[in-house]
T-cell receptor, first 113, second 114 residues
Framework: LAKTTQPISMDSYEGQEVNITCSHN???????ITWYQQFPSQGPRFIIQ???TKVTNEVASLFIPADRKSSTLSLPRVSLSDTAVYYC??????????????FGSGTRLSIRP | KAGVTQTPRYLIKTRGQQVTLSCSPI?????VSWYQQTPGQGLQFLFE???????NKGNFPGRFSGRQFSNSRSEMNVSTLELGDSALYLC?????????????FGPGTRLTVT
């Protein structure tokens, strides 16, 4: 399984764009990159998933360079409600076991007024 | 479509007691996984079920058990509770057993053992 490295914490201000980078140097050919968001005392919420280049949805964008050894979750114009822990996961989405999914420590994002 | 529901949301038990937590997956989802989350250990995998069969179990003692019913609803049971079992217990469902990277989590059950 690809090991991921992401910053432990980040701070930003309302209205700013926030980019959280995740390193995954040993990503495998079949691996996808998936990001989850977790608010305190709630379950993680699936945000976005991608394989290469760029993926965008109503919540975020995910940028993946050609070598796929890193990825960047981009949150446009953040608000206080975006304060949460963000997890980067890398693996084959068709893998047959949830037991192989490792959430890690995530990035604690704090948004200030 | 309703999300994953978990009951109860909060629970206080004393050491030595047992507890049963319930999870109802999103309609149509047949795969259910359970996780334990604590500040020190983060999110740790407990078990996964698909079509009433336990496919995998995490590295937890035998006091932790679970099952899945024919309607995909799942329960987990912890017997002989210990203080260290205090945690947020999360249930997640996915449409297919392979789609574990696209899971939908419930709000969790906060268990406090005193």
């Amino acid at each position: 399984l690809a090991k991921t490295t992401q910053p432990i914490s980040m701070d930003s201000y309302e209205g700013q764009e926030v980019n959280i980078t995740c390193s995954h140097n040993n990503i495998a050919t079949n691996d996808y990159i998936t990001w989850y968001q977790q608010f305190p005392s709630q379950g993680p919420r699936f945000i976005i998933q991608g394989y290469k280049t760029k993926v965008t949805n109503e919540v975020a964008s995910l940028f993946i360079p050609a070598d796929r050894k890193s990825s960047t979750l981009s949150l446009p114009r953040v608000s206080l409600s975006d304060t949460a822990v963000y997890y980067c996961l890398v693996g084959d989405p068709w893998y047959s076991s949830a037991s192989k999914i490792i959430f890690g420590s995530g990035t604690r994002l704090s948004i200030r007024p | 479509k309703a999300g994953v529901t978990q009951t109860p949301r909060y629970l206080i038990k004393t050491r030595g007691q047992q507890v049963t937590l319930s999870c109802s997956p999103i309609s149509g989802h047949r795969s259910v996984s359970w996780y334990q989350q604590t500040p020190g250990q983060g999110l740790q995998f407990l078990f996964e079920y698909f079509s009433e069969t336990q496919r995998n179990k995490g590295n937890f003692p035998g006091r932790f058990s679970g099952r899945q019913f024919s309607n995909s609803r799942s329960e987990m049971n912890v017997s002989t509770l210990e203080l260290g079992d205090s945690a947020l217990y999360l249930c997640a469902s996915s449409f297919r057993q392979e789609r574990f990277y696209e899971q939908y989590f419930g709000p969790g059950t906060r268990l406090t053992v005193t």
